[in-house]
């Protein structure tokens, strides 16, 4: 996603740009991905407004690309079960309305007019209300992004890994790949994703970035006629095209453990979908249609990286968490960057920072701070039991 948009961004400025994809595009992280607008839970105030400006790039994209549907609107409910997620909920309502975006606490009552597919569980006692939302199809965007930018010159090589790379006076000279394809470029940009650091290894730069499995299910139609995006305590929901439903849970990736472990996959979707069934007695006769291990590339402090890689002069990096919702404005970013104009918005974000902080790093966004305590607590808890 992060690598079709800046391919776009860059052939529309007129660059002449070449695309190495592993595999098929959008069949990576991008599919495997909740894929929803995450603003409400990004910080600190630079990736919030980061955030903000890509929700609004997402709409500059879908009148740039008439017919070619993506982005789906879609009010987020969230409530909690807890002392410590009511703590944190509340907070972030407090932030959220401080920094003027739309948040708000509603009864019960009203967050059944609005979503009425959703059974509360009886400790929902208030429900914090985000308006601004939307869910997204990652690999249609994809798609569309490299089919414009094809349109303008591009050429996408897929199926086809770097392999290798030759460097010479601290810069990338050509790039090897597993078709044997040769190539040389002014500038390389590093979008790969979890594998984005593995890319910079070949050419010895460093990139410090975690590597995160998640799990992602999709049901088979159902009639729940979801139209909100819920939060529970444990559990994320949202719609999906054709009347089915995408579950999400940090607590259960945590059982993932160091791999993917696919005998254990069957179990943790349908562990997803029963308590699914919880909220959404409309799921009853809904079965696993997919389920999906992603790996998550996520920076020890949980910003996006973006910018040029000390160690080797012409590559430039391009990896974030919640990939799918930013790709759109740090591809455009990067673009102009790459074509001779800093954008101010990306200076947080320099790989410097982390290079420079070695392994004390805080973990300063939100999303990110919340899916390591639900992922290591969870991880506790099973120790505990065992």
Same mark, same amino acid.
């Given at each position: 996603?992060?690598?079709?948009?800046?391919?776009?961004?860059?052939?529309?400025?007129?660059?002449?740009?070449?695309?190495?994809?592993?595999?098929?595009?959008?069949?990576?992280?991008? &599919?495997?991905?909740?894929?929803?607008?995450?603003?409400?839970?990004?910080?600190?105030? %630079?990736?919030?407004?980061?955030?903000? #400006?890509?929700?609004?790039?997402?709409? %500059?994209?879908?009148?740039?690309?008439?017919?070619?549907?993506?982005?789906?609107?879609?009010?987020?409910?969230?409530?909690?079960?807890?002392?410590?997620?009511?703590?944190?909920?509340?907070?972030?309502?407090?932030?959220?309305?401080?920094?003027?975006?739309?948040?708000?606490?509603?009864?019960?009552?009203?967050?059944?007019?609005?979503?009425?597919?959703?059974?509360?569980?009886?400790?929902?006692?208030?429900?914090?209300?985000?308006?601004?939302? #939307?869910?997204?199809?990652?690999?249609?965007? &994809?798609?569309?992004?490299?089919?414009?930018?094809?349109?303008?010159?591009?050429?996408?090589?897929?199926?086809?890994?770097?392999?290798?790379?030759?460097?010479?006076?601290?810069?990338?000279?050509?790039?090897?790949? %597993?078709?044997?394809?040769?190539?040389?470029?002014?500038?390389?940009?590093?979008? %790969?994703?979890?594998?984005?650091?593995?890319?910079?290894?070949?050419?010895? #730069?460093?990139?410090?970035?975690?590597?995160?499995?998640?799990?992602?299910?999709?049901?088979?139609?159902?009639?729940?006629?979801?139209?909100?995006?819920?939060?529970?305590?444990?559990?994320?929901?949202?719609?999906?095209?054709?009347?089915?439903?995408?579950?999400?849970?940090?607590?259960?990736?945590?059982?993932?453990?160091?791999?993917?472990?696919?005998?254990?996959?069957?179990?943790?979707?349908?562990?997803?979908?029963?308590?699914?069934?919880?909220?959404?007695?409309?799921?009853?006769?809904?079965?696993?249609?997919?389920?999906?291990?992603?790996?998550?590339?996520?920076?020890?402090?949980?910003?996006?990286?973006?910018?040029?890689?000390?160690?080797?002069?012409?590559?430039?990096?391009?990896?974030?968490?919640?990939?799918?919702?930013?790709?759109?404005?740090?591809?455009?970013?990067?673009?102009?960057?790459?074509?001779?104009?800093?954008?101010?918005?990306?200076?947080?974000?320099?790989?410097?920072?982390?290079?420079?902080?070695?392994?004390?790093?805080?973990?300063?966004?939100?999303?990110?701070?919340?899916?390591?305590?639900?992922?290591?607590?969870?991880?506790?808890?099973?120790?505990?039991?065992?």
């Amino acid at each position: 996603m992060v690598g079709a948009a800046t391919a776009c961004a860059l052939a529309e400025a007129g660059a002449e740009v070449e695309v190495l994809e592993a595999a098929a595009v959008g069949g990576g992280t991008s &599919a495997a991905t909740f894929a929803v607008d995450v603003s409400r839970v990004k910080t600190p105030r %630079a990736l919030f407004d980061l955030s903000v #400006a890509s929700a609004s790039e997402h709409g %500059a994209l879908e009148r740039a690309l008439p017919g070619v549907v993506w982005r789906h609107r879609a009010a987020s409910l969230e409530w909690a079960h807890v002392d410590g997620d009511h703590s944190r909920i509340r907070e972030r309502v407090r932030r959220l309305q401080a920094w003027a975006f739309p948040a708000e606490w509603i009864s019960p009552e009203r967050a059944r007019a609005l979503e009425p597919a959703l059974e509360l569980p009886g400790e929902a006692k208030e429900i914090a209300l985000y308006r601004d939302g #939307a869910w997204y199809e990652a690999r249609v965007l &994809a798609r569309a992004l490299l089919e414009r930018a094809c349109a303008r010159g591009a050429r996408v090589y897929e199926d086809d890994r770097v392999t290798a790379t030759t460097t010479s006076g601290g810069r990338i000279v050509e790039v090897r790949t %597993a078709a044997g394809r040769r190539i040389d470029a002014d500038v390389i940009v590093d979008c %790969a994703g979890p594998h984005a650091a593995k890319v910079a290894a070949l050419a010895g #730069a460093t990139l410090p970035l975690r590597r995160l499995l998640g799990l992602v299910v999709t049901t088979s139609p159902a009639p729940t006629r979801l139209r909100t995006i819920l939060a529970a305590a444990d559990l994320n929901v949202r719609p999906e095209v054709g009347e089915r439903v995408v579950l999400h849970s940090w607590r259960v990736d945590a059982d993932l453990g160091g791999g993917p472990q696919w005998s254990r996959v069957a179990t943790l979707a349908s562990r997803l979908l029963d308590r699914a069934r919880a909220l959404l007695p409309g799921l009853a006769g809904a079965h696993v249609e997919s389920a999906r291990v992603g790996v998550r590339p996520v920076p020890p402090d949980g910003l996006p990286i973006v910018g040029f890689l000390p160690e080797v002069r012409n590559l430039y990096v391009v990896v974030a968490h919640s990939g799918v919702h930013l790709a759109p404005l740090l591809g455009r970013l990067a673009a102009e960057e790459l074509r001779g104009r800093a954008p101010a918005r990306l200076e947080p974000f320099r790989p410097a920072r982390l290079l420079a902080a070695g392994d004390g790093v805080d973990v300063e966004d939100e999303s990110v701070r919340t899916m390591l305590a639900q992922t290591s607590g969870a991880s506790q808890e099973r120790s505990r039991a065992g």
